[in-house]
Structure formats: structure tokens, C-alpha cells
């Protein structure tokens, strides 16, 4: 596989993977971190971190919302449990 092809690959497959937590969002950041060592979180840093290896200014909000697909406040406000707030996991 060329560079280019192997770029496109890679990059339609981080936005399946975007599109598949958008619609997993019952699905709480501290249980991803518990079972992978990642989480939405780290998608988002690593984004940002990425932008600005290649010299683009990206805020950390401003990747959360890439990665949420909305306003991280209000992602929370819709989906996070409140036992998923404090970092303990829910039963």
C-alpha cells in the first residue's frame, strides 16, 4: 500500500472510529479508560498534539468537540452518569 492510500486508510478509519463513539454514547469515558487505556479524552489530546506537530493551533476544547461531535460540557450534560463524573464506576 502507498503513503497516500495508507493515510486516506488510516483516516477514514480514526472517523469510524468517531462515528462509532458519537453513537456509543451510553458507553462512559471511564469504562473505555478501565478496559482499553483510552478514552474519548485521549482521542482528543492526541488530536490536538497531532495539529500542532503539523504547526495548527488547536485549543483542547476545540478537539474534544472533533471528537464528540458537539461541546464537551454539553456532551456530559446529555450522556455522562453522575457516578461517571466523580471517576468511580456506576453498577
Known amino acids: 500500500m502507498n503513503e497516500s492510500t495508507r493515510t486516506q486508510v488510516e483516516a477514514a478509519a480514526f472517523r469510524r472510529l468517531l ?3 458519537r453513537k456509543r454514547s451510553d458507553v462512559q469515558n471511564i469504562d473505555v479508560m478501565n478496559l482499553a487505556g483510552f ?23 476545540q478537539a474534544r468537540e472533533i471528537v464528540y461531535g458537539m461541546p464537551y460540557d454539553e456532551w456530559k450534560a446529555k450522556h455522562q452518569t453522575p457516578s461517571a463524573q466523580d471517576g468511580t464506576k456506576a453498577r
Request: charged share 40%; with cysteine.
Open 39 to 61: 478514552c474519548r479524552n485521549c482521542l482528543a489530546k492526541w488530536y490536538r498534539a497531532e495539529a500542532e506537530a503539523r504547526g495548527e493551533a488547536l485549543s483542547d476544547e
Open 19 to 21: 462515528e462509532h463513539f
